[in-house]
């Protein structure tokens, strides 16, 4: 279990790639699924939205991610490498929802500022992660993994939102 938390915590610190996670069928699901519930669990804490809308949300946001991961890796003949970007991605997602949902849990008055300015930092990070891992799975300039990785983002955000009848 250590080692597990070491590849991804090395994957948030961008010290290793996606090919340090396991890729077995089991594995891949497994992470998928923990994401997803955590996720889940964790929105429904702090948020009023109802919990129909945000499992709507979140499913639709990581089916998206992973669809458009997939199309990317096909498109780039690499999609031997798919369990492991996607394992890698949602693994990582599931770090950065802990780490937000400790900011939540340690908002006060006088931290409430302080609370939003970190939740858009560890957003971007989590971009910026997911970025590294997509540059390294798909062998682009990291620039470009940074940049698909925004889009990518802006994209499941807005089908997401789209799903839920979210009004911008």
Known sequence: MRSLLLVFA???????????????????????????????????????????????????SMATTALITWLLLQWRGLIARYPATVAAIFGCDLIFTALLAGVELSITPVFASGAYALKVVLSLWAIAVN?????????????????????????????????????S
């Open 10 to 60: 090395n994957l948030c610190l961008l010290r290793r790639g996606p090919e340090q996670v396991p890729t077995q069928a089991w594995f891949v699901i497994g992470i998928v699924l923990v994401d997803l519930l955590f996720s889940f669990a964790v929105s429904t804490r702090f948020s009023d939205t109802s919990r129909l809308l945000i499992a709507t949300s979140i499913t639709v």
């Open 131 to 167: 970025g590294f891992i997509l540059h390294r799975a798909m062998g682009v300039r990291l620039i470009w993994g940074f940049a698909i990785a925004f889009v990518l983002a802006f994209f499941a955000l807005s089908i997401s939102g789209l799903a839920i009848g979210a009004r």
